[in-house]
């Protein structure tokens, strides 16, 4: 069945540590895209990406980097969390690129920095 | 500038009666707009989506959703609530190249 994953669900962790949430789909969609939600508040697009080797960053500034070296997986890597990274942050696919189509979202990652 | 009002933050309705979440937006050109739905601790699934034609659009779950360009307005609406409908609901307007999202309507259903 064509979905998107992300892993870890939720993750609780002290400042400084290095992360990566990980993100994956089966969807067979070049565009990929991260979120992130605060509670209550509209999504922030962080990072896109048009097809492997691509990605750009997104509206709102973000300390995270992303890769995409294969069309499935679009990783976002914190080196060193700070308590303000403390966000859910959401993965979404695309068929076609930007706001012109459809995104399909993954289930979220629920990050929490002490 | 881009962006899109959901003026109404919380919503409550009882199960059974009629919904109205309402979405207004900015957009210089043809909007290409779309409303999603959220459960606690999920993602975003897609209720239903407009591009161009009729301006009234049918999605998933019973929803509809009215375009009105006169009024930059793409309100969600639902004939009879029912309580799985309790969730988070956003508004979003496609531009060139992002999606630009509400802040979003929580909707709790009383019994």
């Known amino acids: 069945e064509a979905d998107i994953y992300q892993t870890p669900r939720y993750l609780v962790i002290g400042t400084g540590k290095k992360i990566t949430l990980e993100c994956s789909q089966t969807?067979?969609?070049?565009?990929m895209y991260w979120y992130q939600q605060d509670p209550g508040m509209e999504l922030h697009l962080i990072h896109y990406?048009?097809?492997?080797?691509?990605?750009e960053k997104g509206d709102l500034s973000s300390e995270s980097t992303v890769s995409r070296i294969r069309t499935e997986h679009f990783p976002l890597t914190l080196e060193s969390a700070r308590p303000s990274h403390t966000s859910q942050y959401l993965c979404?696919?695309?068929?076609?690129?930007?706001?012109?189509?459809?995104?399909?979202f993954g289930p979220g990652t629920r990050l929490t920095v002490l | 500038a881009q962006s899109v009002t959901q003026p109404d933050i919380h919503i409550t309705v009882s199960e059974g009666a009629s919904l109205e979440l309402r979405c207004n937006y900015s957009?210089?050109?043809?909007?290409?707009l779309f409303w999603y739905v959220q459960s606690p601790g999920q993602g975003l699934q897609l209720l239903l989506k407009?591009?161009?034609?009729?301006?009234l659009v049918q999605g998933i779950k019973g929803f509809e959703a009215e375009f009105k360009r006169s009024q930059s307005s793409f309100n969600l609406r639902k004939p009879s609530v029912h309580w799985s409908d309790a969730a988070e609901y956003f508004c979003?307007?496609?531009?060139?190249?992002?999606?630009?999202f509400g802040a979003g309507t929580r909707l709790a259903v009383h019994p």
């Open positions: 407009y591009f161009s034609g009729d301006t």
């Open positions: 957009y210089g050109a043809t909007p290409y």
């Open positions: 990406s048009y097809g492997v080797n691509s990605t």
């Open positions: 969807m067979g969609h070049d565009k």
């Open positions: 979404a696919s695309s068929a076609i690129a930007g706001g012109r189509g459809e995104q399909f």
């Open positions: 979003a307007v496609g531009g060139y190249n992002k999606l630009i």
